[in-house]
């Protein structure tokens, strides 16, 4: 195949793939959305709470966050963002930012118009659905953190997001094994599981002292060795993980086999 054939390199489609199979023409239509790449440093805020949002992001190398400020100046984290990530979604509903994104490390992002999205809806439907389906399982992982935060154990709480991370970093590197490098401090992790710092590194001490040599363990080897021991706390996390492709089929996909590499086919 010709370089004039080649379809453009695309995080975004690669993410998108994993759960369709994508033809030449909507891999060349989701290449369009990071078409104007801008490096950001760790620590950079993309968009801020309230602050007009007339662009739509992906994420095509690092890591963010996203979070809310509460009215005593506390902060809830609500989800932790990675290479292939859709943000500033909410820009096509809403004026304003109803969350602040910033950089965890030095990313780069590429912004896109609300009349791209337009465009590829229009002309792509079946894009739209899977991007739908998309946000849908976004919302059941938020939903279920928030169930976490008043239903469960700290520890839960902290073994869920980690096995959460875990997953996420895994779908783009198939070498992660059970250890592997966070990306976040323990402060940002009790922000997300309504902790203290002081009570994070309390649990990851004692799931690093049970299931890991201390020498040797990080703590996600600690709490993916320890989730054992959350019994019935992460019941509904694994639960709702295993199924959560099913609502596409009511969009003409077919799930195929779980398997580390499965994703949805075209029918």
């Known amino acids: 195949m010709g370089d004039h054939h080649r379809v453009p390199d695309s995080c975004f489609a690669e993410r998108v793939g994993d759960l369709i199979d994508l033809s030449m ?3 060349t239509a989701l290449a369009r959305l990071e078409e104007r790449p801008r490096d950001l440093r760790r620590g950079a805020i993309l968009l801020r709470e309230n602050d007009p949002q007339p662009e739509l992001f992906i994420l095509q190398r690092g890591m963010a966050m996203s979070y809310v400020l509460l009215d005593d100046g506390s902060r809830q984290i609500l989800r932790f963002l990675h290479t292939g990530d859709m943000l500033g979604v909410s820009a096509l509903v809403y004026r304003d930012s109803p969350e602040t994104v910033v950089a965890l490390t030095d990313c780069t992002v590429c912004p896109f118009d609300r009349s791209v999205m337009t465009a590829l809806v229009t002309d792509h439907p079946r894009l739209s659905a899977i991007i739908m389906v998309m946000n849908q399982m976004e919302k059941v ?14 520890k839960a709480r902290i073994a869920a997001l980690l096995i959460e ?4 970093l895994r779908r783009r590197d198939q070498a992660i094994g059970n250890s592997f490098t966070l990306g976040v401090t323990q402060e940002e992790i009790g922000d997300a599981t309504g902790l203290t710092a002081v009570h994070v590194n309390r649990m990851l001490r004692q799931a690093r002292g049970r299931r890991a040599d201390p020498a040797r363990g990080q703590p996600g080897d600690a709490a993916q060795g ?3 021991g959350t019994g019935g706390e992460l019941h509904r996390t694994l639960r709702r993980a295993r199924p959560a492709l099913a609502p596409a089929r ?3 996909f ?3 086999p779980p398997s580390p590499g499965g994703g949805l086919a075209r029918e």
Do not use: Q, V
Request: proline share 0%; net charge positive.
């Open 165 to 168: 991370m875990h997953n996420r």
């Open 141 to 154: 992982a938020l939903t279920d953190r928030l169930a976490a935060l008043g239903r469960t154990s700290a």
């Open 250 to 252: 009511a969009l003409g």
């Open 254 to 256: 077919a799930c195929s």
């Open 226 to 228: 320890d989730a054992a």
């Open 25 to 27: 023409n909507e891999r």
